[in-house]
């Protein structure tokens, strides 16, 4: 079946430091996508997504592109903030037929930013 | 501006009672979904719907029954609760696009 895989964790950084987070997956059909960002004691919030091959997802400074040839999808900052500290998700969702917009999740990644 | 509403958002069972989540939106979505989420594991699909009248199993719907009998609301319900169901829950819901809105979270531990 589908499935993702991220990096291991937890990730620690200082302020203003470069961050990337690997994801990789595995899917049969064209699959979405998609950054979660959960703070402390929160949801889940999407960062950002990608539909199709080599598009690139955007917000607030994270980046991430749809690597068909690499089943990847690595979450990329240039310079990460203490307020950016959470837990990151990388999933996808299922375009097929049945399209029921079930999303598929990896383990989640912990970043702690350090001032 | 409620979105997705949970409810309780802490409790604690004890082995073998039984209890519902409630889970409300406001956003007229078609789609809804109850997730676990553990630790080193990520969230995991328990049950889902697609509709008013409809539900589906998820990935792990075991010890799980779920309720959709109006579009608004997303019932989840443990019958018999097991140590094993400690977890916290989420719930979802989406207009069938590529955008999932998410709770806040219910706290569950079972003793």
């Known amino acids: 079946g589908d499935s993702v895989t991220q990096m291991e964790g937890p990730v620690t950084l200082s302020e203003e430091a470069f961050l990337t987070i690997n994801c990789t997956y595995t899917?049969?059909?064209?699959?979405?996508l998609f950054w979660y960002v959960q703070y402390p004691g929160e949801g889940l919030q999407l960062l950002l997504k990608?539909?199709?091959?080599?598009d690139k997802g955007s917000n607030k400074g994270f980046e991430a592109t749809y690597r068909k040839e690499t089943t990847s999808f690595h979450l990329e900052k240039g310079s990460v903030q203490v307020s950016d500290s959470a837990v990151y998700f990388c999933?996808?969702?299922?375009?097929?037929?049945?399209?029921?917009?079930?999303?598929?999740f990896g383990q989640g990644t912990t970043l702690q930013v350090k001032p | 501006n409620a979105g997705v509403t949970q409810t309780p958002k802490f409790r604690v069972l004890k082995t073998g009672q039984s209890m519902t989540l409630l889970c409300a939106q406001d956003?007229?979505?078609?789609?809804m979904y109850w997730y676990r989420q553990d630790p080193g594991m990520g969230l995991r699909l328990i049950h889902y719907?697609?509709?008013?009248?409809?539900?589906a199993k998820g990935e792990v719907p075991d010890g799980y029954n779920v309720s959709r009998l109006k579009k608004q609301n997303f019932l989840l319900g443990l019958e018999s609760a097991a140590p094993s169901q400690t977890s916290v829950y989420f719930c979802?819901?989406?207009?069938?696009?590529?955008?999932?809105?998410f709770g806040e979270g219910s706290w569950l531990t079972v003793v």
């Open positions: 956003m007229n979505h078609e789609y």
């Open positions: 719907s697609v509709g008013e009248g409809t539900t």
């Open positions: 979802a819901s989406s207009p069938g696009t590529y955008t999932i809105y």
């Open positions: 990608a539909t199709k091959a080599d």
């Open positions: 899917a049969t059909g064209y699959p979405s």
């Open positions: 999933a996808l969702s299922d375009n097929g037929s049945s399209n029921t917009g079930k999303l598929i």
